[in-house]
């Protein structure tokens, strides 16, 4: 944490923990969060849980 918010992952509620849950158990398992720094999020999910990734573009990411 950094003035009192957190560094990387966060929700839109300061009170909502869960992403930097999943944050942390991401980072523990590759050893550090200096590894996962910058990585993709539905690569992250899917390796939590088992799944198949499946990036969606919204059309207003396509047209970046």
């Given at each position: 944490?950094?003035?009192?918010e957190f560094v990387f992952g966060r929700a839109m509620d300061k009170y909502?923990?869960?992403p930097n849950i999943?944050?942390?158990?991401w980072a523990k398992r590759f050893g550090?969060?200096?590894i996962i720094?910058?990585?993709?999020?539905?690569?992250?999910?899917a390796e939590?849980?088992?799944g198949?990734?499946?990036l969606i573009l919204t059309e207003q990411e396509r047209n970046l």
């Amino acid at each position: 944490m950094r003035d009192d918010e957190f560094v990387f992952g966060r929700a839109m509620d300061k009170y909502e923990l869960w992403p930097n849950i999943l944050e942390k158990a991401w980072a523990k398992r590759f050893g550090s969060y200096e590894i996962i720094e910058g990585g993709h999020v539905h690569l992250a999910l899917a390796e939590l849980t088992n799944g198949v990734p499946k990036l969606i573009l919204t059309e207003q990411e396509r047209n970046l």
